[in-house]
């Protein structure tokens, strides 16, 4: 009976076509399924979108947690690295400080607790940027970004937004060995990740495309 049962909701497919529930066509199934690396036999139509996007994010996230592995470093040319060049990869963080909002509590802070919030702020700027570099180095085939430069400023003189920009040369080095065997390991599971995750797009947007048409031509009469 399970051929009758959605894999993903697990509630009864239902038999008109049209229908919250109704089946998605086999053709679909199976590049979800080979896409999800799955070997189930029904899904709903509406659940399909549904497996894509969480497909992506569960990927997504898993990228984001070993992403740090990809080096982001100022030096230009660092020795003994063998590399090519890809290109240039920005990143932009804007944050609020709380610091002009918070004056008139006492001029102290500002040398106590809010200085302490004030660098905690600008250091999750950094990061944040950082994590763009290595996201789009790795969305470019590279796997390190070097001649990073990091620049601060201020957004207007009252609003206590602080805006870090960071730029870099995305890289893609040959004898990624040197990092360490560890590193290696992460950043070429980074890069598998982000290929699989380039397959979920455009799978994805086959799928939902073809849903959409597969809908219009059940209205249509075809
Ligand atoms: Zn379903």
């Known amino acids: ?20 529930n109704s089946p998605a066509p086999d053709e679909l199934v199976s590049l979800i399924n080979a896409l999800t690396r799955k070997d189930n036999e029904g899904y709903c139509q509406t659940c399909l979108p549904t497996i894509i996007k969480k ?21 230009h040319t660092p020795q003994s690295w063998n590399y090519e060049i890809l290109g240039i990869v920005t990143g932009q963080s804007t944050t609020g400080t709380g610091i002009f909002s918070d004056i008139e509590s006492s001029i102290s802070d500002f040398f106590g607790g809010q200085s302490v919030t004030y660098n905690a702020k600008i250091a999750e700027g950094e990061t944040r940027c950082f994590s763009q570099l290595r996201a789009k180095a790795s969305a470019l085939g590279g796997n390190a970004v070097i001649a990073t430069d990091i620049d601060y400023s201020e957004l207007g003189t009252s609003t206590g937004m602080i805006m870090v ?12 060995e040197i990092l360490g065997e560890e590193k290696t390991r992460r950043i070429h599971r980074v890069q598998k990740m982000v290929n699989y995750l380039n397959k979920i797009n455009s799978d994805g947007a086959e799928v939902i495309g073809k849903i959409d ?10």
């Open 1 to 20: 009976m399970s051929k009758h049962l959605c894999s993903y909701c697990k509630t009864v497919i239902g038999k008109k076509l049209l229908s919250k």
């Open 55 to 75: 497909e992506e994010e569960n990927t997504r996230r898993a990228i984001s947690e070993i992403i740090d592995a990809i080096p982001v470093i100022t030096i």
């Open 165 to 176: 920009c960071a730029s870099g040369t995305a890289i893609k080095l040959m004898n990624i």
């Open 213 to 222: 048409s597969f809908i219009y031509n059940c209205v249509s009469g075809y």
